[in-house]
């Protein structure tokens, strides 16, 4: 099979290798799509932690169930489905297990012609969305809806920003926030990317680069709720012009500043606000989210498609920073 490799050296190349071989609670999937993630951008950059090569990447994909192994009902044969993109999340919800890792190293990963999988790692393809929609759905529909239903805890009539609007995440984040009766407001350092936002429900938006932006943000939105953040700034006391009393910050990713710092932070703690940390998700969220999104025809916002023999280039234009929704590699 034809799969996506990033070598020893680091060096990113279209290569052959055996089809997986089953064990008995595994199912084959022949991947028909699969979507990149900022992650894969730093491990073809060496920027990732314990990083085990080589390794086939990608952490997300959907395809058809072409094989199963002696201990799967075979029910699921010839099933069009979606993959959990991850292993080891363990049995509590409110936390994963130290084993918890991520499809795509040092597993192999989505990006190839078939890719083997625990019968309990995939899902059926909700029947309304095409192949890179259902390839764009699973890491970041799941890392946006635990970070909000579950720890972000969104209710009705709050106010939510969405930081960096252009990315997967962040975008999925929109999606559902349509469907939680809740006001958005994005930030973004593209006019066209605040336009779009607001054409798929965002109230308002901002420029992050104006060195005022959290002024703005509050005379346009008031008081902020809960932000869903992947690269707060590197002083996050300017938050405290928006944020409201209770606010919680979840914070899902480091796409911006790796570091930030509190100069003030008695007047965190005095409005209570929360800095809380989220990856990814569990299982149980991701059967949560599938369900939510086919309840409400959710489809996830897709930038545009590659053909597999087109990756290297598909990591390119994720890369450029211009792309509004997923990337995704058709096979």
């Known amino acids: 099979m034809k799969a996506l490799q990033l070598n020893s050296d680091k060096e990113l190349k279209i290569v052959e290798l055996a089809i997986p071989e089953l064990k008995p609670h595994e199912v084959l999937v022949k991947v028909i799509a699969s979507a990149l993630n900022h992650r894969e951008l730093w491990l073809r950059k060496g920027l990732y932690p314990g990083m085990t090569l080589p390794c086939v990447l990608g952490a997300d994909g959907a395809g058809i169930v072409e094989k199963i192994g002696s201990e799967v009902n075979d029910i699921m044969l010839g099933k069009n489905v979606l993959i959990y993109p991850a292993y080891g999340w363990g049995d509590k919800q409110h936390t994963s297990a130290k084993q918890f890792r991520v499809l795509g190293m040092p597993d192999p990963g989505t990006m190839a012609e078939y890719i083997a999988v625990p019968e309990i790692n995939v899902v059926i393809k909700p029947d309304y969305l095409t192949w890179p929609e259902a390839a764009a759905m699973p890491l970041a529909s799941l890392t946006a809806w635990r970070a909000l239903v579950y720890n972000g805890k969104v209710k009705k009539g709050d106010k939510i920003l969405i930081t960096g ?24 350092s593209s006019a066209e990317k605040i336009e779009q936002a607001k054409i798929a ?25 809960v932000v869903l953040d992947s690269s707060p700034p ?5 938050y405290l012009a928006f944020l409201n009393m209770g606010a919680r910050i979840v914070y899902y ?20 606000i929360s800095f809380i940390g989220s990856t990814m998700g569990s299982p149980n969220d991701f059967f949560e989210v599938i369900a939510f999104m086919e309840r409400h025809e959710i489809r996830p916002k897709v930038d545009r498609t590659f053909i597999f023999s087109d990756a290297l280039k598909a990591f390119d234009a994720l890369e450029s920073g211009q792309q509004i929704g997923k990337i995704v590699i058709e096979h």
């Not at 965002?202 to 902020?224: C, F, H, Q, R, T």
Request: net charge neutral.
């Open 253 to 272: 990713g480091s796409t911006g500043s790796r570091s930030t710092q509190i100069k003030n932070m008695s007047r965190f703690f005095l409005k209570h």
């Open 201 to 225: 429900g965002a109230k308002d938006g901002v420029n992050y680069k104006n060195p005022d932006w959290p002024a703005e943000l509050k005379a346009v939105a008031g008081k902020i709720d």
């Open 234 to 238: 590197v002083e996050l006391d300017s």
């Open 165 to 188: 609007i252009g990315g997967g995440v962040a975008q999925a984040g929109l999606s559902l926030c349509a469907h939680l009766d809740v006001e958005v407001y994005v930030t973004s």
